[in-house]
């Protein structure tokens, strides 16, 4: 794990997220295809490993996922009304930016690489760049060590935020 990137995403959090009290963290993606399983991982290792003390859904034993997105962003409204929704997915980009993680001080459009687009959710996001854009999703050979390294260096940098 590349400590600066750990504490460059903290810093970012921080600098978001500073005074907020009410977090939750909505962790996206399924773990039946690897590509997608980023938000579920860091889901997990938030609430096994690093057990914050702020709300977390979505783990790789309850995936969210678009068919129950909105039940999940129903529940989150109402008990918490007031709560800073972080959305943490995995995301395809260019070659380039393949193995970067992106802190946006807005909200993400999830599935939107599909073209199956749902409607912006979310205050804040965290966006892992697993793949490039340009291969066909569904034949995407995305290395497992390689998803966990951006959700243990994601779930990391969160763990970080909260000591801060």
Same mark, same amino acid.
């Given at each position: 794990?590349?400590?600066?990137?750990?504490? =460059?995403? @903290?810093?970012?959090? #921080?600098?978001? &997220?500073?005074? !907020?009290?009410?977090?939750?963290?909505?962790?996206?993606?399924? %773990?039946?295809?690897?590509?997608?399983?980023?938000?579920?991982?860091?889901?997990?290792?938030?609430?096994?490993?690093? =057990?914050? @003390?702020?709300?977390? #859904?979505?783990? &790789?034993?309850? !995936?969210?996922?678009?068919?129950?997105?909105?039940?999940?962003? %129903?529940?989150?409204?109402?008990?918490?009304?007031?709560?800073?929704?972080?959305?943490?997915?995995?995301?395809?980009?260019?070659?380039?930016?393949?193995?970067?993680?992106?802190?946006?001080?807005?909200?993400?459009?999830?599935?939107?690489?599909?073209?199956? %687009?749902?409607?912006?959710?979310?205050?804040?996001?965290?966006?892992?760049?697993?793949?490039?854009?340009?291969?066909?999703?569904?034949?995407?050979?995305?290395?497992?060590?390689?998803?966990?390294?951006?959700?243990?260096?994601?779930?990391?940098?969160?763990?970080?935020?909260?000591?801060?």
């Amino acid at each position: 794990m590349n400590r600066f990137n750990v504490m =460059n995403l @903290a810093g970012k959090l #921080y600098a978001r &997220l500073q005074g !907020n009290t009410d977090i939750v963290f909505l962790c996206l993606g399924t %773990s039946k295809l690897l590509a997608d399983a980023f938000g579920p991982m860091v889901g997990s290792l938030l609430k096994t490993k690093y =057990n914050i @003390a702020t709300f977390v #859904y979505g783990d &790789l034993n309850r !995936n969210i996922n678009a068919i129950n997105i909105e039940e999940y962003l %129903s529940m989150v409204r109402r008990f918490h009304p007031t709560a800073h929704i972080v959305i943490v997915d995995s995301a395809l980009g260019s070659e380039t930016s393949v193995g970067t993680i992106k802190f946006l001080g807005c909200g993400t459009i999830p599935r939107s690489a599909l073209d199956d %687009s749902l409607h912006l959710i979310g205050d804040s996001s965290i966006l892992a760049i697993v793949e490039s854009n340009s291969k066909d999703f569904l034949l995407i050979k995305t290395k497992r060590a390689f998803v966990s390294e951006l959700a243990e260096t994601t779930a990391c940098a969160i763990n970080q935020y909260f000591a801060l």
